[in-house]
């Protein structure tokens, strides 16, 4: 008799044990299963408590409809949540999404965190901003600077946006952006370093304005990461600026 009291009381501990926290890895792995319900239902109390890549996935799973219906209200709140925290594609998809709503000045607020992370579709859609002057004031060195930055990196569409500006800009307007772009690399491995350059004229008449390019896809993992890449660049966003013949800054491109 007493050994099975035993017995019982043991079952009855263990069974009031709660089950292992699970992680955001433990959403990834449902994610890549295609158990997308699952994955959401990991994420969102790790997101809703502060952790930054579970908020981004939960970003990315209301922006796709994955798991969840499509709402893009609250996948710009859970971006935020993760953006606040220094979470580098939050940054950049709350960017995107906030200049698409047409909130310019909230976008370029965090589109210039992310291009001072060397993210290349932020640099090239704060730096196209920047030449217009649309949501910051105008400044077409530092635009050029970080058209620039973003083409070295490969990125196609930065490429044409730059061919375009570099169509339309003094050779003096480009030397100081190619200087201005040395030192922000400079920068981004040297914090100390400074990033003073010569102040630019205010230009007699307002320039052509141009728009860059269709944002390049981005390459599509099998599932979002800890610290994921979006799947494709975010559906169609607000033309930052005109241009003869550029297309949508941010054009879908797949189910992102």
Do not use: C
């Not at 008799?1 to 089950?19: D, E, K």
């Not at 060195?141 to 375009?164: F, I, N, Q």
């Not at 890449?229 to 033309?239: G, H, L």
């Amino acid at each position: 008799m007493r050994r099975s009291t035993f017995w019982v009381l043991l079952l009855a501990v263990s069974m009031a044990q709660p089950a292992a926290a699970q992680s955001v890895r433990d959403g990834i792995d449902a994610w890549a299963s295609g158990n997308y319900v699952e994955a959401v239902t990991i994420w969102r109390p790790l997101a809703d408590s502060g952790d930054a890549d579970a908020a981004f996935n939960m970003g990315q799973a209301y922006r796709m409809g994955r798991g969840v219906g499509i709402d893009n209200a609250r996948a710009q709140r859970y971006f935020e949540s993760a953006a606040r925290q220094g979470h580098l594609d939050a940054e950049v998809n709350l960017g995107l999404m906030l200049f698409s709503n047409g909130d310019k000045v909230n976008a370029m607020r965090w589109l210039r965190s992310a291009s001072s992370k060397s993210d290349p579709r932020a640099m090239l859609v704060y730096g196209t901003a920047l030449y217009n002057g649309d949501g910051v004031p105008r400044d077409p060195v530092a635009g050029y600077a970080y058209v620039k930055r973003a083409a070295d990196t490969g990125l196609d569409p930065a490429r044409r946006t730059l061919s375009e500006l570099d169509r339309l800009l003094s050779d003096e307007i480009k030397t100081q952006g190619i200087q201005l772009a040395a030192r922000q690399q400079g920068l981004a491995r040297t914090p100390r370093e400074a990033t003073a350059r010569p102040k630019t004229p205010a230009p007699s008449s307002k320039p052509k304005a141009v728009t860059p390019s269709a944002t390049a896809k981005a390459t599509p993992p099998p599932a979002p990461k800890p610290t994921p890449k979006p799947t494709a660049a975010p559906p169609p966003a607000a033309k930052p600026a005109p241009v003869a013949t550029a297309s949508a800054a941010a054009t879908a491109t797949g189910p992102w």
